[in-house]
């Protein structure tokens, strides 16, 4: 993707790590800027790929069904949605990316890197989120969360020992890509989060106004 385009920012977390919480909070602070601003989120985000959400997130199947139906959604959703937008300027904001694959499939269900590694070349080589938020909070914290919310798909209905592996793969990824994914301690009160989250996306901001990077 060549010359000046928009921001793509990615959230990121665990199940009843509190992240979509602040998806329409960060949209209005980007607004604020003056920007444009999708929201979208992944699976889903296209007609197709809200239908594949349907699928994978309560249709029993094999490992690697799952991890395809993963990447045809995002394929689709990366030409017809979030390039187009990034071309026109725009700020793309999206609940979960590839990031979540490498977490949920390479680490929850232990299918490992290289094969989603194959997968992320062949779908989007040439893009990747300027800056990813991961949101955090030990397991008992996002069980005892979604524990209080809605009736439970099929990967939140998962064992501990999965979302002890999802965590871990998690970190390994901020750990490899400490340039543009921050951890974020979801465990703090909302305005303690927003405060620091805040600070980042005006940094952000002034960073990619000046063409540099933050």
Not at 16 to 36: D, I, M, N, P, Y
Not at 128 to 150: G, I, K, M, N, Y
Request: hydrophobic share 35%.
């Amino acid at each position: 993707m060549q010359g000046r385009r928009g921001c793509f920012i990615t959230l990121e977390g665990l199940d009843g790590a509190g992240k979509s919480t602040h998806v329409g909070w960060l949209v209005e602070r980007l607004q604020q800027h003056g920007l444009a601003v999708v929201s979208t989120r992944e699976p889903g985000g296209t007609a197709l790929g809200e239908q594949l959400r349907q699928l994978v997130l309560s249709q029993p199947m094999n490992l690697k069904t799952e991890t395809l139906l993963m990447f045809a959604g995002r394929c689709e959703h990366i030409e017809t949605v979030i390039k187009p937008a990034l071309l026109a300027g725009q700020w793309v904001v999206c609940d979960r990316f590839t990031d979540a694959t490498y977490a949920y499939q390479g680490g929850g269900r232990e299918l490992g890197g290289d094969r989603i590694s194959a997968l992320e070349q062949w779908v989007h080589a040439d893009l990747q989120p300027d800056r990813t938020w991961l949101f955090d909070v030990p397991l008992a914290v996002a069980r005892e969360r979604l524990s209080r919310s809605r009736e439970l798909d099929r990967f939140e209905r998962e064992g501990e020992a999965f979302f002890e592996r999802t965590r871990r793969a998690y970190h390994e990824r901020a750990r490899q890509h400490p340039e543009r994914l921050r951890i974020v301690d979801s465990t703090l009160p909302i305005e303690d989060v927003r405060r620091s989250l805040a600070e980042q996306i005006d940094e952000l901001v002034r960073a990619q106004r000046m063409g540099g990077q933050s």
